[in-house]
Structures are given as C-alpha cells and as structure tokens.
C-alpha cells in the first residue's frame, strides 16, 4: 500500500510541482513489507497554511469494525474546508470525510 497509494500519489503531486509532506497521528515511520517512510509528520504538527490542500491516503483510515477515526485528522479536513482548501480521499479514507460531515447530501 505504501508503494501504490502513498507513493503514487507523492510521486504525481511532486512531478505537478508541489511539495509533499506526509503526516500521521503518531509521526512514526510507516512500515511495509518492502518500504519505508521515514520522514513523517505528526498531524498535530502541521499548519494549514503551508499547503494548498490534503490527501488522505487509504492508509489513513482502518477497516471497519476497527479502530476509531482519528479525531485530529477529522479537525484537520473541517479546517482545511473552512478555508477553502481542496481535500481528498482515497478509499478507505473516505471513513474521515463522512466523520467530518463532508458526505451528507452528497452521493460517494
């Protein structure tokens, strides 16, 4: 997942001239069975105003019954909309959008 989600999307957003940064609720490493991602940032860490939008990977969001939808990632997608600010989601994240009331009335 780290390869094709995470990278894919970093890999086009930097060839389209932006920078990326990756944050989680932890800042820890993200480990997969042949990758890792070093250099993370912990969601609470980042500021808004540094970046044009978000993406939330599917690794964003477990399956469910699962564990509970990050509370400060939620906060993050209201915030970013209240300004403005693009946000999207990739499969399983979807779980933040609908939590952050982003998908009522609308069909996904």
């Known amino acids: 997942m780290i390869k094709t989600e995470v990278g894919v999307m970093t890999s086009l957003l930097k060839n389209a001239g932006f920078q990326v940064d990756i944050a989680t609720t932890s800042g820890q490493p993200i480990l997969g069975p042949?990758?890792?991602?070093?250099?993370?940032?912990k969601l609470g860490d980042i500021n808004l105003k540094n970046y044009k939008g978000i993406i939330l990977a599917c690794l964003a969001a477990g399956s469910f019954p699962g564990a509970p939808v990050s509370q400060e990632a939620?906060?993050?997608?209201?915030?970013?909309?209240?300004?403005?600010?693009?946000?999207?989601?990739n499969a399983n994240s979807g779980i933040v959008l609908a939590e952050a009331g982003v998908l009522k009335g609308k069909k996904h």
């Open 34 to 41: 042949t990758q890792k991602l070093d250099q993370i940032m």
């Open 74 to 89: 939620v906060a993050l997608v209201k915030k970013a909309l209240s300004e403005g600010k693009p946000v999207a989601a």
